[in-house]
C-alpha cells in the first residue's frame, strides 16, 4: 500500500538539490502539492538564486504535479511569513 497526499500541500525546504528534491519529487508523484523552497546559495550560505528551485518546480510539473518555487529564508521569520 502508498501512502497518498492528495490535497494536500507540502513545504520542502532545500529542495533545489539533494535530499530536499527526492523528497519533493516523491511527494509530488503521490499527489502533493508541492512548495520547492530552497535559497539557492552556496552551502555557507552566501549568494542566492532560484533557478535551482524553478527546474525542480518544471520536473514535477512535466510529470503531471503541482509545484511552486519559494526563496524565502525559514530561517527569518519576518521574511517566511510573506
Not at 497518498?4 to 532545500?14: L, M, N, S, W
Amino acid at each position: 500500500m502508498t501512502i497518498r497526499f492528495d490535497d494536500k500541500v507540502a513545504i520542502v525546504t532545500g529542495a533545489g538539490g539533494g535530499l530536499g528534491k527526492q523528497h519533493a519529487l516523491e511527494l509530488a508523484r503521490r499527489g502533493a502539492k508541492v512548495v520547492i523552497n530552497d535559497l539557492g546559495g552556496a552551502l555557507d550560505g552566501s549568494g542566492g538564486a532560484s533557478e535551482a528551485a524553478n527546474i525542480v518546480v518544471e520536473e514535477i510539473k512535466s510529470e503531471g504535479g503541482v509545484a511552486m518555487a519559494n526563496g524565502a529564508s525559514v530561517a527569518d521569520q519576518k521574511e517566511s511569513l510573506i
